[in-house]
């Protein structure tokens, strides 16, 4: 089975970025649905961009234009780079996999996802 590990979280300011990288052994990512989600406190886990075998990516509608997902294949690592941070992205942020492929209507959703990290926090104050 393989395994899914995330770094990179931290506390910036508003405004600043943050790069959260996820490294995965014991298969190859590119094979899979890989996505990041993210669980603020006393809220629900929701998906915030996910990046298919194809390399087509989609995202939550209020990190558009400022994350970004991408995959090296030749590192089997999966990243997110966050930029122009809100207060409101501060979460426990978690990398996952699905050997499902996704559609529009359910990468979001936690359950979706056989294989997840161990979550890397983030926090962005105001």
């Known amino acids: 089975q393989g395994q899914l590990v995330a770094s990179g979280g931290g506390s910036v300011q508003a405004g600043g970025s943050l790069r959260l990288s996820c490294a995965v052994s014991?298969?190859?990512?590119?094979?899979?649905?890989m996505a990041w989600l993210r669980q603020a406190p006393g809220k629900e886990r929701e998906g915030v961009a996910t990046?298919?075998?194809?390399?087509?990516?989609s995202y939550l509608d209020s990190v558009k234009g400022r994350f970004t997902i991408s995959q090296d294949n030749a590192k089997n690592t999966l990243y997110l780079q966050m930029n122009s941070l809100k207060s409101e992205d501060s979460a426990m942020y978690y990398c996952?996999?699905?050997?499902?492929?996704?559609?529009?209507?359910?990468?979001?959703?936690?359950?979706?996802?056989?294989?997840w990290g161990q979550g890397t926090q983030v926090t962005v104050s105001s």
């Open positions: 996952v996999s699905s050997s499902i492929r996704q559609t529009p209507s359910t990468w979001k959703r936690p359950d979706e996802y056989n294989s």
């Open positions: 014991g298969y190859a990512a590119s094979r899979d649905c």
């Open positions: 990046i298919d075998s194809d390399g087509s990516t």
